[in-house]
């Protein structure tokens, strides 16, 4: 059973380009969570996705920032205009069910640097 | 409202020394804890959890932890270090009622030949 996996693993973008990072999520989980780490920091919650639905997007900012996670194909995290200030790891994370307690499986993540 | 304290941001020990790296949280309801750890330009990958079941919870490559719940800490802890250890560690909570994790700030372990 193959991991989460995210593409690309690295990505540089010049300020103002557009920023697409794609999670597909282990077999059989349905629940898909993105993550941001800045340099030094821990991970941060930003948005939690269900197949067509946005759960909860409390941790992810209002602007240029967006996902989805259509019936078909990966979870799309997509930051439009970005600047320097966006450059961190993403990671992507599943998990079979939702609620507490129950472990979530991180991909590699993707190193975005934001020249 | 959840918070997660990692009390030490790097550790050092020498190799077949024992490690702690230590770590309080505050929930408001029963937490889940979990223990994962980054190497560098890698994802996380879990070391252990904690779900209400036993206090002392034995996770991979002989790494343990205890929650205390008077303490409201959540340990981890390995009697001897392996040069392979050395790597970020992350405590986390999360509750029965949400699905978010609350990472602390991370330990960075250093393990000397």
């Known amino acids: 059973n193959a991991g989460v996996m995210q593409n690309p693993r690295h990505l540089v973008r010049r300020r103002g380009q557009e920023a697409r990072l794609r999670c597909s999520p282990m077999?059989?989980?349905?629940?898909v969570y993105w993550y941001r780490q800045l340099p030094e920091e821990g991970l941060k919650f930003m948005v939690y996705?269900?197949?067509?639905?946005?759960?909860?997007e409390s941790g992810m900012p209002k602007e240029r920032f967006s996902a989805e996670f259509p019936k078909e194909g990966p979870s799309i995290l997509r930051i439009q205009q970005v600047v320097r200030g966006d450059s961190a790891a993403y990671f992507c994370?599943?998990?079979?069910?939702?609620?507490?307690?129950?472990?979530?499986?991180f991909g590699p993540g993707t190193r975005l640097t934001v020249l | 409202a959840q918070s997660v304290t990692q009390l030490d941001s790097h550790v050092s020990v020498s190799e077949g020394t024992p490690v702690l790296l230590r770590c309080n949280y505050s929930s408001s309801y029963s937490p889940s804890l979990f223990w994962y750890v980054q190497h560098p330009n890698k994802g996380l990958q879990l070391l252990l959890k904690?779900?209400?079941?036993?206090?002392l919870v034995k996770g991979i490559n002989g790494f343990e932890a205890e929650f205390k719940k008077s303490e409201t800490s959540f340990h981890l802890t390995k009697p001897s270090a392996h040069m392979s250890d050395a790597a970020e560690y992350f405590c986390?909570?999360?509750?029965?009622?949400?699905?978010?994790?609350?990472f602390g700030t991370g330990t960075r372990l250093k393990v000397l030949a």
């Open positions: 986390v909570v999360s509750d029965r009622r949400t699905y978010k994790y609350i």
């Open positions: 904690y779900t209400s079941a036993a206090t």
């Open positions: 994370a599943s998990s079979p069910t939702s609620g507490g307690g129950h472990e979530q499986f």
């Open positions: 996705l269900q197949k067509e639905n946005i759960i909860d």
């Open positions: 077999k059989g989980h349905s629940h």
